[in-house]
């Protein structure tokens, strides 16, 4: 395999049984009910993850305890079609970019994710990890939905 296929983006694609506007909110504000704990959190005693709703923004977790770790910068803001993260929740990796699109598909929303920029972080082995790591998020994803 060439570095360059190593490299490129993620793509996930699903479809879920809600309007743009609810897998929007639910992706975003409600994020914290659905994200996966270990290895995909910071903290084991994670109690919150928090998706500032606005450019200039923050999504980052927080601890029982208060403390809190940045996970990503909102880059770009437009419910209920996309939002836009500087992903930089390692900080011994590069940071990447994650844009996610919600587009109405009938009484169903597809949601398209790219995880982009393993390039400029030249990080194979994070890469390769996110490529299954995505999966396993987007299932709590379609599971909360489905509640």
Same mark, same amino acid.
């Given at each position: 395999?060439?570095?360059t296929?190593?490299?490129?983006?993620i793509?996930?694609t699903?479809t879920?049984?809600a309007?743009?506007?609810?897998a929007?909110e639910?992706?975003?504000?409600?994020?914290? /009910?659905?994200?996966?704990? %270990? $290895?995909?959190?910071? @903290?084991d005693? #994670?109690v919150? &993850?928090?998706?500032?709703?606005?450019?200039?923004?923050?999504?980052?977790?927080?601890?029982?305890?208060?403390?809190?770790?940045?996970w990503? /910068?909102?880059?770009?803001w %437009? $419910?209920?079609?996309? @939002?836009?993260? #500087?992903?930089? &929740?390692?900080?011994?990796?590069?940071?990447?970019e994650?844009?996610?699109?919600?587009?109405?598909?009938?009484?169903?929303?597809?949601?398209?994710?790219e995880?982009?920029?393993?390039?400029?972080?030249g990080?194979?082995?994070?890469?390769?990890?996110?490529?299954g790591?995505w999966?396993?998020?987007?299932?709590?994803y379609?599971?909360?939905?489905?509640r």
């Amino acid at each position: 395999m060439s570095t360059t296929e190593a490299l490129a983006a993620i793509e996930k694609t699903i479809t879920v049984d809600a309007s743009p506007e609810t897998a929007f909110e639910t992706f975003t504000r409600r994020m914290g /009910d659905w994200w996966p704990g %270990e $290895p995909h959190t910071v @903290f084991d005693n #994670r109690v919150a &993850v928090v998706f500032d709703e606005r450019v200039g923004g923050r999504v980052y977790e927080r601890a029982a305890d208060g403390r809190e770790a940045d996970w990503a /910068d909102v880059i770009a803001w %437009e $419910p209920p079609q996309r @939002f836009l993260l #500087r992903w930089r &929740v390692n900080p011994q990796r590069g940071p990447t970019e994650i844009e996610v699109r919600f587009t109405r598909e009938g009484e169903r929303t597809r949601v398209d994710l790219e995880h982009r920029g393993w390039d400029e972080a030249g990080d194979v082995e994070g890469r390769a990890n996110y490529d299954g790591g995505w999966d396993k998020v987007l299932g709590g994803y379609v599971s909360s939905l489905s509640r």
